[in-house]
């Protein structure tokens, strides 16, 4: 029994995902002790075939590697054909897409180059010949989601179109020159016949977000006042995926056969600002996506009921693509369409782009202010943890830098970890009021001056909004810290609220800005979101005393019932940024508390208890010992998954599993012996969530 639900503990560890925006991360081992590394190695999953009639491939499992179903490869990420992960917590996904005139090694550094990862560094980049055909293999290593990764990626076409055979490991368990992923390439195999593009339409589940909701099918956002009712043949994707797809989209429509993108993003512009608004925003995503105008030049299309000029250009990539940019302004919000699909089906394309203009409805103001209310009361939908930093309620807190931000009333977004480094260097959080068109950043930085005001006013000079002399910013009390603060308006047409503070050796400087009208919109709520900040003198991860024990990163707290107990930390340092994993003994009992930060919106709580439940009937009903016992139970005021096997001879097993938005949680007790009981009931209440 014991040596049973240590196997399924690990596997457990090993197949938690953390799923990240680009290619996701998907499951990566936690485990790392020797023996728990002979129990992974000794993992096989079902030994049946993927066979993709459509797509005309097979791929199988090799020992030592778990294929996955159609629907838990696209957790991994959302295009998996198929999937496998290999019991040290390696993944391998099968990708396909129709690439008509695509030029091989163009198509593969396009592939590259589209993977959006920190610290990226390409290993090798060379020809090959790969199930008889020419094919490119690339290697490289980045950081996503704090976690340091190694991918490698066999590429080739077939039939006009793109496969990839993609595999992704962390970058200190795996090596290099890809003899980890070896196995997989030779268990993957083509079949005879014709391939067929596959017609699946994606179905967006129940879910909300910052200002935003998916209910029955439908899109509705109250911050860019409409509803979109996906067409027939269209399906809807929102928050991660649509992140991945283009960064300040709001929601986006997918078809397929022919593959149609359709995003629609949204903001407050400037009045008179209008005429101009659409015309920068094209300028904009012209020059990051690297585009040059076509002939003819414009699509007429209709929009709510009047015309609409989309702007046609072309990608400079290897794979010909065609887009269409366009918008309209009033009352000073605009909502801007963006569009794009291979070259070579430009005419049925752009009849299906019209299909998604007319998906798109207005809100009455009566429908926004109700939505509005609606989404108001619903918890903060953004969660996120880093290596030492937690988003969670509303709350940021940045333990490295004793620093907490608490979300204002209203509609407010942050952006954290990597998302935050990507809007400036030094960032250590950003964060924006749809609502009222402000963004902003918290930022730290070496000084060199001891002097507040010098420091004040040196961030000043680098925004460019020198206050006139004899000006004197305000006081403004940060928690423990004394801050300054101005407000200043560059030569431009935008305003900034700055504050600074020096803090235990380093700058810090919070800032707002926008148009001044939206700050006048905004009102209190622009103050509101710098005094927010606070900085505290001792913010620490986790506390313990005497049988208590306080997580405040991961967010749960544990009373431990009467008795010694020992503790031990089992998190590995690979996985110690988005992860955590606890062990508490005394006599006979064990309990370990793992919590994971699934960061993808695909790793649903469903997900994880569907998988786990899997893994522990497979692991604990091994040996002719009886069933696993599932039932429901509360644990910390959540409705929870509760696992249970008792035998007389080698004691028992408990398992709990639960999860807040996007953070999930396991309790694994154990009693191991003749007669062994360990205090389930105790160890579960004395489980709480904090905030």
């Known amino acids: 029994m014991a040596t049973n639900a240590r196997k399924a503990i690990a596997l457990l560890v090993a197949l938690l995902g953390l799923g990240v925006a680009g290619v996701v991360v998907g499951a990566l081992v936690l485990a790392s002790s020797p023996a728990v590394k002979r129990v992974l190695a000794e993992w096989a999953g079902p030994k049946e075939a993927v066979v993709d009639e459509e797509y005309r491939f097979r791929l199988e499992a090799p020992r030592g590697w778990r294929l996955l179903g159609r629907e838990d490869a696209r957790r991994l990420t959302p295009e998996a054909r198929a999937g496998a992960m290999s019991g040290k917590g390696e993944c391998v996904v099968v990708l396909v897409e129709y690439a008509p005139g695509a030029e091989l090694e163009g198509y593969a550094r396009l592939l590259l180059d589209n993977m959006t990862l920190e610290d990226k560094k390409e290993v090798s980049f060379r020809r090959e010949t790969f199930l008889g055909k020419d094919a490119v293999r690339f290697e490289l290593t980045g950081t996503t989601a704090e976690l340091k990764l190694r991918y490698d990626a ?6 006009g179109h793109g496969y990839q055979v993609l595999g992704w490991g962390l970058s200190g368990k795996t090596t290099v020159g890809g003899s980890w992923i070896e196995p997989m390439r030779r268990s993957f195999a083509l079949l005879d016949g014709e391939v067929r593009n596959a017609v699946e339409t994606q179905v967006a589940t129940d879910s909300y977000g910052v200002g935003w909701r998916v209910k029955d099918g439908l899109f509705e956002s109250a911050i860019l006042g409409v509803v979109v009712h996906p067409p027939e043949g ?16 709001e929601v986006a429509l997918l078809a397929q056969a022919p593959d149609v993108y359709f995003t629609l993003s949204g903001e407050r512009v400037s009045a008179g600002r209008e005429d101009t608004a659409i015309t920068a ?137 990597e998302s935050a480094r990507a809007l400036a260097a030094g960032a250590i959080l950003g964060f924006s009021s749809p609502e009222h068109g402000l963004r902003g950043l918290a930022m730290s930085e070496a000084t060199a001056t001891g002097d507040p005001m010098a420091f004040h006013f040196d961030v000043l000079n680098v925004i460019g909004g020198q206050p006139p002399r004899g000006f004197e910013p305000e006081a403004l009390k940060l928690g423990a810290a004394e801050g300054l603060v101005s407000v200043v308006e560059p030569p431009g047409e935008l305003r900034y609220l700055v504050a600074t503070s020096l803090w235990k050796g380093r700058g810090y400087r919070m800032v707002v800005w926008g148009a001044p009208e939206h700050f006048e919109l905004a009102g209190a709520a622009v103050e509101d979101a710098l005094r927010a900040f606070r900085f505290q003198p001792k913010l620490e991860v986790e506390d313990s005393a005497a049988r208590r024990f306080r997580d405040l990163r991961m967010g749960y707290q544990l009373e431990l019932p009467p008795g010694e ?25 064990t309990l370990l508390v ?98």
């Open 234 to 249: 269209w399906g809807l994707a929102v928050g991660d995926e649509v992140r991945r797809m283009y960064g300040d989209a």
């Open 281 to 417: 925003a094209e300028e904009h995503v012209v020059s990051s996506l690297h585009l040059v105008p076509a002939e003819p030049g414009e699509l007429l299309a209709s929009w709510f009921g009047s015309p609409l000029t989309l702007r046609s250009y072309r990608g400079k990539g290897a794979l010909p693509m065609s887009y269409l940019h366009g918008g309209r302004c009033e009352a000073g919000h605009c909502l801007r369409v963006l569009a794009w699909y291979l070259t070579a089906i430009e005419s049925s394309a752009e009849t299906r782009v019209g299909e998604a203009l007319g998906a798109i409805r207005k809100l009455s103001e009566g429908e926004r202010q109700t939505l509005l209310s609606k989404l108001a009361a619903l918890p903060d939908p953004e969660s996120d943890v880093g290596q030492d930093y937690s988003l969670r309620a509303g709350a940021f807190r940045s333990f490295e830098h004793g620093l907490v931000w608490h979300k204002p009333p209203g509609f407010w977004r942050a952006a954290t970890g």
């Open 565 to 589: 107990w020992g503790r031990d930390d089992r998190t590995p340092p690979d996985m110690a940024a988005r992860a955590s994993l606890r062990a508490w003994t005394s006599g006979k009992s």
């Open 154 to 159: 066999t590429v080739f076409l077939h039939q």
């Open 594 to 691: 793992m919590a994971v930060e699934a960061s993808s919106t695909s790793q649903t709580a469903e997900w994880f208890e569907g998988i786990v439940g899997e893994l522990f009937q497979r692991e604990l009903g091994a040996g002719g010992l009886g069933g696993l016992v599932r039932s429901e139970a509360t644990v910390a005021g959540t409705k929870a998954t509760h696992f249970s096997r008792s035998a007389v001879l080698a004691g028992t097993v408990d398992v709990f599993l639960l999860s807040r938005r996007s953070t999930l949680y396991a309790l694994v007790v154990t009693a191991q012996g003749l007669g062994a009981k360990a205090p389930v009931d105790s160890l579960a209440a004395g489980f709480t969530l904090i905030e």
